[in-house]
């Protein structure tokens, strides 16, 4: 895993943040009720580096096709929080959400825990493109890209 953080971390764009605004982000995210029912994690310590962490595989995140396999609702989920705070962090924490995501599973996501690690690679004024690469038990299991967008500063205007 080491060598994937190492490698993903060198392509991704640095963040405009600090480590201080890094830790409050990530704390305040970590809060937010759907991380907490999901049992997920948001980690901000390896900048560029976005890592969400799902430590347990309970028995309501699988049901892949009829199998023990993590369903793919949840590793969407974890590809989505992963690309969206990439984008996000790129505007310095203000609001932004992810317009388009595009995932590709590679093999049943069977094991105890799952990680999802996402950089931003390019930045234009009020939309970064992402990808995540997603890990169960440490085997790469699905990849997805996507584009994170602020929403327009015109007023009355949406995306």
């Known amino acids: 895993m080491e060598q ?5 971390a060198r392509r991704g764009l640095p963040s405009p943040l600090d480590a201080p605004a890094h830790e409050q982000f990530a704390a305040r995210f ?6 907490v029912h999901m049992g997920a994690r948001l980690d ?15 028995p309501h995140h699988r049901g892949g096709m009829g199998t023990e396999a993590v369903n793919g609702a949840v590793l969407s989920g974890l590809a989505d ?12 924490g203000e ?6 995501m595009s995932i590709k599973f590679l093999r049943p996501a069977l094991g105890d825990s799952l990680t999802a690690f ?3 690679l390019k930045r234009s ?18 990849l997805a890209t996507g584009v994170t967008s602020q929403p327009s500063r015109r007023s009355g205007e949406s995306f």
């Open 30 to 35: 970590n809060a937010l009720p759907g991380m």
């Open 118 to 120: 996402a950089i931003a």
């Open 125 to 142: 004024d009020r939309l970064v493109f992402a990808e995540t690469e997603l890990y169960c038990s440490g085997k790469l299991c699905a």
């Open 44 to 58: 901000l310590t390896t900048p560029p580096l976005v890592q969400v962490h799902l430590p347990r595989v309970e």
């Open 95 to 100: 609001s932004a959400g992810t317009v388009e």
């Open 81 to 92: 929080c992963a690309l969206g705070v990439a984008g996000v962090l790129q505007f310095k």
């Open 4 to 8: 994937v953080i190492e490698n993903l």
